[in-house]
């Protein structure tokens, strides 16, 4: 575990680093530690207002000037994906990092009663656009002398837990993805993947599943960023097909 892990400074200097779900939560607050370590980080989401917000406070702060690409991940295809690419080769030649992070909670319901259609929803932002984002953007990450990929899970990704439905069985999936693509891409590529769990995070989505908790007693996104730039910087270099908890659970 790398709890209080500290970052250098100048740790992803010069790093081209994607982030999804870069509008809000845990994928802001990575966005921004990102950027305050040098990286030019690329920003991925569906609600443009939040991403220019986050644009904005990264330029204050003096970071690398980011770029916005807006993208519904419930409605995106692979030709989509394609045309990221196209855009993303032309505009940086490569990519030394990607932090699948968007997600949505879907419901907290028996399988029984679950909604299909809500399932579907829940399995395609969830699991197959960081599946489709990746097979597109896996030439871009080869041009890197040093990937990382991350993939963003949950406890529920590790063991299952009644009434999770979609979001735990996507989860599931984003880990044996993670096994996969670690095993396919040892000794053969400098790209390295892991998952990361960032425990309970006072966000938004932990408010939905927990709408009986005090925030107060959680850990802020910005508190769990150790493991976070951990995994994306030349430190955790030949960590490959880990699964990484971001804070003690
Ligand atoms: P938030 O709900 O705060 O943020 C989720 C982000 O994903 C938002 O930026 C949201 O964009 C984006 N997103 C959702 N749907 C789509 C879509 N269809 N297309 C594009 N972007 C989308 O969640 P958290 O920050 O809490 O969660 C981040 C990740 O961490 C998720 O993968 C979650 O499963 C995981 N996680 C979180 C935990 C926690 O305690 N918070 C615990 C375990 C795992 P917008 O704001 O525009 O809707």
């Not at 030709?79 to 030649?93: C, Q, V």
């Not at 419901?107 to 969830?126: K, L």
């Not at 999936?173 to 995070?201: F, H, K, M």
Request: hydrophobic share 40%.
């Amino acid at each position: 575990c790398k709890f209080d892990y500290q970052a250098a400074p100048d740790l992803l200097k010069g790093r081209i680093i994607l982030v999804t779900g870069a509008g809000d939560g845990i994928g802001k607050a990575a966005a921004k530690a990102y950027a305050a370590h040098g990286a030019t980080v690329i920003l991925v989401g569906r609600t443009i207002k939040k991403l220019e917000a986050v644009y904005d406070e990264i330029e204050a702060a003096g970071g690398a000037q980011p770029a916005i690409f807006p993208l519904n991940f419930e409605s995106a295809t692979y030709k989509d994906y394609g045309e990221m690419a196209t855009l993303l080769e032309e505009e940086f030649g490569r990519l030394d990092g990607i932090l699948h992070n968007a997600g949505i909670l879907g419901s907290i319901t028996p399988v029984e009663a679950y909604n299909p259609q809500m399932w579907e929803q829940v399995m395609q932002v969830n699991f197959n656009s960081a599946l489709l984002m990746t097979q597109a953007l896996l030439s871009l990450l080869q041009k890197s002398e040093d990937a990382s990929l991350i993939f963003t899970s949950s406890s529920v990704g590790r063991k299952g837990r009644a009434f999770w439905g979609a979001y735990s069985i996507s989860k599931f999936a984003t880990e044996g993805l993670v096994e996969i693509l670690a095993d396919e891409l040892e000794n053969v590529s400098a790209i390295r993947v892991n998952s990361l769990n960032p425990g309970a995070t006072r966000t938004a989505m932990r408010q939905l599943a927990f709408p009986g908790e005090d925030p107060r007693t959680l850990r802020t996104a910005e508190e769990i960023m150790g493991t976070y730039l951990y995994l994306m910087g030349p430190d955790s270099k030949g960590v490959s097909g880990q699964k990484l908890n971001a804070q003690p659970i």
